[in-house]
C-alpha cells in the first residue's frame, strides 16, 4: 500500500488473528510514528485491520500512556475526527556517543524530543572516563524525572566506532591506551551498570538511523549517508530501512578506497574526516579544541578550513558515485559534527563536483544536506531501545 506521496513504501499490514496483539500493537504505534498522528478510521485503513480492532487497541495503548488523542479536526461533512498521537511521556531511551573527540548522552523521550543531555570533551576516549560519564549523567538526568518518567526508561542505545581500539593515524603510545577496549565487552558492562537493556549500533549508523527516523529519510527511499565527523562514516537506507548487514557493519563507507597526495591507496577516512582539518591547524600551533567546544571558530579560521572543506567535498563527490556505481540510490545525503553553516557550504560543492565528474553508466543521485547535525550520533541511538520495544 504506497504512500499518498508515492515516495516511501507503507508499513507491512497488520493481522487480525489471536495471539498477534504484540504485532498489532506495534503496526499502529510505527503508523502514528511516521505520520505524526492519525484519526482511527485511517489507521485501519493503512494497516488492514477493522475499524472494532483499531478501537480496541487504541483504547489499550491510549490507557497505557503511549498514545493520546490529539485535537479534532472538522471537515467539511460528518462529525470531526480525532487524530490519535503518540504520547510524550510514554517512553524514553538513552542515547549514548562515543566519538574520538567527545562523548555525548541524551534522554529522548517517545516522539523524539531531547529531554536530557550529558556532554564530555576529552583529548582521547578511554573506558574508565566513559563509564564514569556515564554513571554520573544517567543519575544526574534522572533526577530530573518524575517516579513515573524513571519507570518509562526502556534502555540504553549506544552508537560506538566497532574497533574502538583501532584509531587512525594515533601514535604508538596512543594506540597502546586505546588498546583497553579490545578487553571490554562494552554493552554488558553497561548494562551491569545501568540496570538498563543495551544495545549497540555501528555510530556513523546511529547517525544515520538519526536522520532517517527525524530528519530527511521520508522524503528518500534509497540513499546513501555520509557523516563527517573527527573520522569520516556512514550508512545506507534501502527500501525505507537503515540497512545494517549481517554484523551490523553496512555502510562502512569511510573505508572506500582513495588516492593519496602522492597516488599512494588509502581511504575515505583518511583524506575527507575533521582529522585532517585537526592535523593541519597543529602544523601551525593552533587549538584543536575549539573546532569542537566553538562552532564559531569554523569561520574565524576559514583560511584553514576553506582548503579543507575543498578537498572533502572532492573526496565525497567521488565517493558518492562510487556507491551509486553499486545500488542505484535516489540521493546521498551528508552531514556532519560542524556547524549548519559549513554543511551547506560542503553540500553545495560536491553537487558542484559531482557535475565534473564521469557518471557515463551512472544515474547522477541528489546531493543533499542532512539535517540533525552534531547531536546525530547519540540521538540515534537512543531510538533503538524504542524501535525494538515499540515499534516495527
Known sequence: MPMDDG???????????????DHNERLLLSLIHRHGGLPASDLSKRAGLSPPTVSSILRRLEAEGLVSKGEPVRGKVGKPSTPMRLAEDGAFSFGLKIGRRSAELVLMDFIGQTRGEKVLNYDRPLPDTIFDFVENGIRNIRETLTQDQNARICGLGIG???????????????????????????????????????????????????EHTFGRGKEFRDYAYFFVGAYIGGGIVLDNTVYEGRQGNAGALGSLRSIGPNGESMQLVEMASIRQLEQRL???????????????????????????????????????????????????????AFPEVIRLDLVDRV??????????????PRIEAGSIGRKARAIGAATRPINTQFML
Open 282 to 336: 597543529e602544523e601551525v600551533d593552533l587549538d584543536t579544541r575549539q573546532l569542537w567546544s566553538d562552532p564559531e571558530s569554523w569561520t574565524h579560521l576559514s583560511r584553514y578550513v576553506d582548503p579543507w572543506l575543498r578537498q572533502t567535498a572532492q573526496e565525497l563527490s567521488k565517493a558518492a558515485l562510487s556507491v551509486c556505481s553499486v545500488i542505484d540510490f535516489e540521493a546521498i545525503l551528508i552531514d556532519g
Open 351 to 364: 553537487r558542484r563536483y559531482v557535475t565534473t565528474q564521469d557518471t557515463r553508466g551512472l544515474i547522477t
Open 160 to 210: 560506538a566506532a566497532f574497533e574502538l581500539w583501532n584509531w587512525p593515524d594515533e601514535a604508538a603510545a596512543r594506540r597502546a591506551e586505546f588498546a583497553e577496549w579490545q578487553h571490554v565487552d562494552l554493552r554488558a558492562y553497561l548494562q551491569d551498570l545501568t540496570g538498563l537493556p543495551v544495545s549497540l549500533l555501528n555510530d556513523a549508523t546511529s547517525a544515520c538511523q538519526a
Open 7 to 21: 515516495l516511501v513504501r507503507e508499513i507491512s499490514a497488520g493481522l487480525s488473528q489471536r495471539g498477534v496483539r
